[in-house]
């Protein structure tokens, strides 16, 4: 019935704790967890081997002999999945409640109409210290149509259960490295139905600063995030693709303000010329707000030095 689907690389101090959040739901139905493990220069691929020898009737762990990096890994595990439903764990996060999937299933069962269900979660540091109990604003704790979903918020993905039959043909003839793999995925799946909420908390998500994203700069983040859009955009259905403008625009304005600082002119014409050329497509006026995107910044910046 449901695939867990856990990719994992250098998790040692956290693997055990994600598989066996995994190995404590209660349910009805018969569930497999999928360990992609990424050649790890730790003890993380000695741990999942030693649970599979002990849970051989759910875990199977695929272990590639060179490293594949997170999307490909992803995309790998996902190709193996047997589920209806896919549930997503990253091997430095953990369930904190047994009935996770359960109540995931009941809810698709429930919402026939539905192709993504996600709840709350925690977020703690490396050390186990709660940094947030709640992490989803109020205005995101309901149901979601396509359209509001697209450009607006990207659930969490330790949350996660997906219907399977609709994220296989996306993924499965990706050749590109998606960065923001979550975004690019849940986005694309929400045109298929609704996005549903389940008022829980289920999950815990480790801000342990050891990932690709959370260590990336500022700017890194904002262009991989901005090549991420390029390559969904490809995939959206037309009249969905318009969604995308305003993230863009956004990551457009944050670029432009953060070269203009640092005095690199040519990056920041070059954002700048793209924010001019979509308001002249689309008769907007982002470029007024640019520029007062800007002196904001600098003003701001000003008064604290002072």
């Excluded at 309901?142 to 996660?160: A, C, D, S, Y």
């Excluded at 490295?177 to 979550?182: A, L, P, R, T, V």
């Excluded at 070059?270 to 800007?294: C, G, P, Q, R």
């Amino acid at each position: 019935m449901v695939s867990v689907l856990m990719i994992t690389y250098n998790h040692e101090k956290f693997i055990r704790e994600a598989i066996e959040g995994v190995l404590m739901q209660k349910t009805d139905f018969h569930f497999e967890l999928i360990i992609g493990e990424d050649c790890s220069t730790d003890n993380t691929r000695n741990i999942v081997l030693e649970y599979a020898s002990k849970y051989p009737d759910i875990i199977r762990p695929l272990l590639p002999q060179k490293n594949l990096g997170m999307f490909k890994n992803f995309v790998e595990t996902l190709k193996v999945c047997k589920g209806k439903y896919i549930a997503l764990c990253e091997g430095d996060d953990y369930w904190i409640d047994p009935l996770k999937l359960q109540k995931q299933v009941e809810y698709f069962k429930a919402n026939q109409e539905a192709v993504i269900c996600f709840t709350n979660r925690k977020i703690i540091d490396i050390n186990g210290v709660v940094l947030s109990f709640d992490t989803i604003p109020d205005i995101y704790k309901r149901k979601f149509k396509t359209n509001e979903l697209i450009g607006v918020f990207t659930p969490p993905t330790q949350t996660i259960m997906l219907k399977a039959n609709y994220l296989y043909p996306l993924v499965l003839n990706i050749d590109k490295n998606i960065y923001n793999g979550d975004t690019y995925i849940f986005w694309y799946l929400s045109q298929f139905g609704e996005t549903g909420y389940l008022d829980e908390t289920t999950a815990v998500y480790r801000n342990s600063g050891m990932g690709i994203y959370s260590s990336a700069s500022s700017v890194k983040r904002l262009e991989n995030a901005l090549k991420t859009l390029t390559e969904l955009k490809k995939v959206l259905y037309a009249s969905n693709k318009f969604l995308l403008n305003k993230p863009k625009m956004y990551i457009y304005f944050k670029l432009f303000v953060s070269f203009t600082k640092k005095l690199r002119l040519l990056n920041s014409i070059k954002y700048f010329s793209l924010i001019v050329w979509h308001d002249i497509l689309h008769l907007e006026l982002n470029t007024l707000k640019a520029f007062h995107l800007l002196i904001k910044s600098i003003i701001y910046n000003k008064s604290s030095d002072d």
